[in-house]
């Protein structure tokens, strides 16, 4: 079960996000895709709505982390929102971006979650429980969690 879960979660990766010693497949890179754009997801599902400006911007952040054209993250978001409905958890997703996303990419993951979550200019307290605990499944300090979120309120005067 854990082999199949492996294959299934373990990503290709595209050069911008994986370090230079790794060398993921085309497998292993799509399956960070489908990891990263699960936790944006889930993040903007926290709050019982799934908006299209929080779906826009799922799309811009999937593009720039992994350089991807418009039709193909929208294809990615339907994968991602079929792959939560059959996972257990979310470790399954954080795991798989912790192989393959170095610290620097963990922290502007966190500071997109955050974007998303502000998006409506609110914090809802699922949100905040839901990314507080990716944070620490993604084995960022607390501190750091805290400094993506004052990075980006700033960023949209809140």
Same mark, same amino acid.
């Given at each position: 079960?854990?082999?199949?879960?492996?294959?299934?979660?373990?990503?290709?990766?595209?050069?911008?996000?994986?370090?230079?010693?790794?060398?993921?497949?085309?497998?292993?890179?799509? /399956?960070?895709?489908?990891? &990263?754009?699960? !936790?944006?997801? $889930?993040?903007?599902?926290?709050?019982? @709505?799934? *908006? +299209?400006?929080?779906?826009?911007?799922?799309? /811009?952040?999937?593009?720039? &982390?992994?350089? !991807?054209?418009? $039709?193909?993250?929208?294809?990615?978001? @339907?994968? *991602? +929102?079929?792959?939560?409905?059959?996972?257990?958890?979310?470790?399954?997703? &954080?795991?798989?971006?912790?192989?393959?996303?170095?610290?620097?990419?963990?922290?502007?993951?966190?500071?997109?979650?955050?974007?998303?979550?502000?998006?409506?200019?609110?914090?809802?307290?699922?949100?905040?429980?839901?990314?507080?605990?990716?944070?620490?499944?993604?084995?960022?300090d607390h501190k750091k969690i805290i400094e993506a979120k004052l990075i980006v309120k700033e960023?949209?005067?809140?």
């Open positions: 079960m854990f082999d199949y879960l492996r294959k299934i979660l373990l990503p290709e990766v595209n050069k911008s996000v994986v370090s230079p010693e790794s060398k993921p497949n085309k497998s292993e890179a799509k /399956k960070l895709e489908v990891a &990263t754009c699960a !936790l944006f997801v $889930e993040m903007a599902k926290a709050d019982g @709505e799934f *908006s +299209e400006d929080e779906r826009k911007k799922i799309v /811009k952040a999937m593009k720039e &982390t992994f350089d !991807l054209e418009n $039709e193909f993250v929208n294809d990615l978001i @339907e994968l *991602s +929102e079929q792959k939560i409905k059959e996972s257990i958890s979310i470790y399954e997703f &954080t795991s798989t971006i912790n192989d393959n996303f170095s610290k620097e990419d963990k922290f502007e993951l966190m500071k997109n979650l955050w974007k998303l979550i502000y998006i409506d200019e609110k914090l809802n307290m699922y949100e905040d429980h839901l990314v507080k605990k990716i944070g620490g499944m993604l084995n960022l960023e949209k005067g809140l």
